[in-house]
């Protein structure tokens, strides 16, 4: 396996307040490509900061490397999805909204850019609301284009910000499916951050518990096999070893 992102001692300090606040401090980690990391760690130990320092919207201190060029700007390689449902423009259809960041580029051909959404929205099984706009669909559909979206770009790496939090638990367990499926065919590295314990342990094959400051106190590999329940051998010894890790380092 080859390292596909890999942070070298990077700090984050915001100075934007009346105090400065060391958000990361010198983090190292090193993720190989086609990984599922699956992020747990306490509300503002900085998470969000670490994804949006991966995504290039923050400046910092140290190294930030993809397929070991640095990268300090925000890139197709690198796409973030994030928990808001409010992420897709309003004024544009589900199709429009996956095609935007084509035209961007400079694609015009409505035949090229038809099938780049349509490619998307099937893996998300959402093909028939091509047409719709975003007031018309339901969160967990929200969330499914924005995954799409995403998928459209064929990054690199998906950095993916507590998606489905705001779902109700059977919704979200249709999507955690559906990602896992799409994570075996796609070839991008996911970085998912969430709360949820369980969530960690269906998704990941790596899980990191993070501490404030950004160091990883607890860094798994889940060898469980597919599909994980909570009937799963070792789910009950790994949730256990997760939530003491998040538990001796509030
Ligand atoms: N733009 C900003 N300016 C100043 N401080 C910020 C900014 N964004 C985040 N912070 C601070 O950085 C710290 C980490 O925030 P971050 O959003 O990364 O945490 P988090 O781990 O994602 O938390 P949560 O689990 O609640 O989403 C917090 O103390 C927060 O106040
Ligand atoms: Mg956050």
Redesign the pocket.
Known sequence: MSTVLKIQDLTKI?T??AVK?T?LENVNLEIDEREFLCVL?P???????LLRCIAGFEEYSGKILVDGEERKTPGTDRIMVFQDFNQLFPWKTVEKNIQYPFVIKGIRNKAELHEISSEALKKVKLEKYAKYYPFQLSGGMKQRVAIAKALALKPKIILMDEPFAALDAMTRRDLQNELLKIADEESSTFIFIT?NIQEAIILGKRIIVLTKGGEAVCDKRNTMERPVTPASEGYGALWQELRDALYIHP
């Open positions: 915001y934007d307040q606040q958000v760690g509300s503002g130990c900085g998470k969000t900061t709360h």
